[in-house]
């Protein structure tokens, strides 16, 4: 099974400022069929479902604000947010679903310093 | 409306028993695969059950294989989720979740609002 793990668990940022939340695969989640990474950002506030942000490592899901985006390529990926808005305040989660054992990280929990 | 609705989550003993449900609405619910993800109080989320669109393929995660079974009905627009000798470390936030997204499988972009399970004597 793909293990995903994230970095760091939490991380404190100021309004305004750059948010940047690291992803990485146990094993590759590059398919060789589609050149595309199977990897999916989620934002889940407190008492809600997650939210899909981001799939194929760097797709805005429509609706998503631009302030949001993914990169990485194999197995190390981020997800950064350009400039924290109150209402980014959240735990984020990256999925891999390259295998239909789908997985997912640890979660990052993103504060206003 | 794309929707999901989870029901049948409750207060069940170690060992016992439960059935989860999924309703859907709004889409062609035969042509999707269906997954369940759960969140344990406070924890983060777990992937545990897959199931194709006409229940051909059928995955479980090591921490529940051998003990719940998931299905459908199509007929039905539904998802299942029987839990079987369930143990205190089942108790979660139950949800079920599946891509709408065209050419995407297993980013999940539709997720219902969750059914809770607590397992305790």
């Known amino acids: 099974d793909i293990v995903m793990t994230q970095s760091p668990d939490s991380l404190a940022v100021s309004l305004g400022e750059r948010a940047t939340i690291n992803c990485k695969s146990s094993q590759s989640v590059l398919h060789s069929s589609n050149n595309k990474n199977f990897l999916a950002w989620y934002q889940q506030k407190p008492g809600q479902p997650p939210k899909l942000l981001i799939y194929?490592?760097?797709i805005r899901e429509s609706g998503v604000p631009d302030r949001f985006s993914g990169s990485g390529s194999g197995t190390d990926f981020t997800l950064t947010i350009s400039s924290l808005q109150a209402e980014d305040v959240a735990v984020y989660y990256c999925q891999q679903y390259y295998e239909t054992r789908y997985s997912f990280g640890q979660g990052t929990k993103l504060e206003i310093k | 409306e794309v929707q999901v609705v989870e029901s049948g989550g409750g207060l069940v003993q170690p060992g016992g028993s439960l059935r989860l449900s999924c309703a859907a609405s709004?889409?062609?619910?035969?042509?999707?695969?269906m997954s369940w993800v759960r969140q344990a109080p406070g924890k983060g989320l777990e992937w545990f059950s897959y199931?194709?669109?006409?229940?051909?393929?059928?995955y479980y995660a090591d921490s529940v294989t051998g003990r719940f079974t998931i299905s459908r009905d199509n007929a039905k627009n539904s998802l299942y989720l029987q839990m079987d000798s369930l143990r205190v470390e089942d108790t979660a936030m139950y949800y079920c979740?599946?891509?709408?997204?065209?050419?995407?499988?297993?980013?999940?972009?539709?997720w219902g609002q969750g059914t809770m399970v607590t397992v305790s004597s």
């Open positions: 194929w490592a760097s």
């Open positions: 709004g889409f062609t619910f035969s042509d999707y695969h």
């Open positions: 979740a599946t891509t709408m997204i065209r050419g995407v499988i297993g980013a999940f972009d539709v």
């Open positions: 199931i194709s669109s006409s229940s051909t393929y059928i």
